[in-house]
């Protein structure tokens, strides 16, 4: 079982920007759909955004305007960026694996996850 990494996290200010990664240390992610959930403190796990095998973004649970996700050219890394950070964005951001490539299947993978703090 891949097991995923999250990176990138830490305190931002209101207003900033943030861009979190997900990798898998010795696997290449390629035609995996990779998917990035939140959790805020005490509310349950929120998806965000999930991209396919064919590189295209879809929405988890709902829409999220400010969050734009992304995979580089080696396609070994997913990007989460976080746009005009507002303090309920605050919580543990993490990836999972859909080893099939389509973002409506089952995820696996779970990483640790990253933690991000919103303070002025």
Do not use: M
């Not at 990664?21 to 992610?29: V, Y």
């Not at 929405?59 to 070994?76: G, V």
């Amino acid at each position: 079982q891949v097991q995923l990494v999250e990176s990138g996290g830490g305190v931002v200010q209101p207003g900033g920007s943030l861009t979190l990664s997900c990798t898998a240390p010795g696997f290449a992610l390629g035609h995996n759909a990779i998917g990035w959930w939140h959790q805020a403190p005490g509310e349950r796990q929120e998806g965000i955004l999930c991209i396919d095998g064919d590189g295209d973004a879809f929405a988890i649970d709902s829409k999220k305007d400010r969050f734009t996700i992304s995979r580089n050219s080696a396609k070994d890394t997913v990007f989460l960026q976080i746009d005009n950070i507002e303090p309920e964005d605050a919580g543990i951001y993490t990836c999972a694996l859909e080893p099939n490539g389509d973002c409506d299947g089952d995820f696996g993978g779970w990483g640790q996850g990253t933690q991000v703090s919103v303070s002025s």
